[in-house]
């Protein structure tokens, strides 16, 4: 059973830094796309990062520069960094894997003073 798991978020001050993991069971990690999107209040679900089978990250233009996406094929992990997170970064974070049209359950991150 393809499952994603995400974990790592929490409420940090602006300008902090968090790392979210996204570890999948049922399938291999490196061996698709894998995704992170996020989901503000009163806000669509966006694509935030995503990493291709190659290693190729891509970015949203909000993120570039201050979030990292990357896996550890060891762990079957995927991580996204976030520093320099801004008040407007307060979301849901979601891990995707779009081969298999799986969602985790998605973990809150709340940047605030």
């Known amino acids: 059973q393809v499952q994603l798991v995400e974990s790592g978020g929490g409420l940090v001050q602006p300008g902090g830094s968090l790392r979210l993991s996204c570890v999948g069971s049922?399938?291999?990690?490196?061996?698709?796309?894998m995704s992170w999107y996020r989901q503000g209040p009163g806000k669509e679900r966006e694509l935030v990062a995503n990493i291709r089978q190659s290693g190729t990250t891509s970015y949203a233009d909000q993120v570039k520069g201050r979030f990292t996406i990357s896996r550890d094929n060891a762990k079957n992990t995927v991580y996204l960094q976030m520093n320099s997170l801004k008040p407007e970064d307060t979301a849901v974070y979601y891990c995707h894997a779009p081969g298999w049209r799986k969602w985790g359950q998605g973990t809150q991150v709340t940047v605030s003073s």
């Open positions: 049922g399938f291999t990690v490196s061996g698709d796309a």
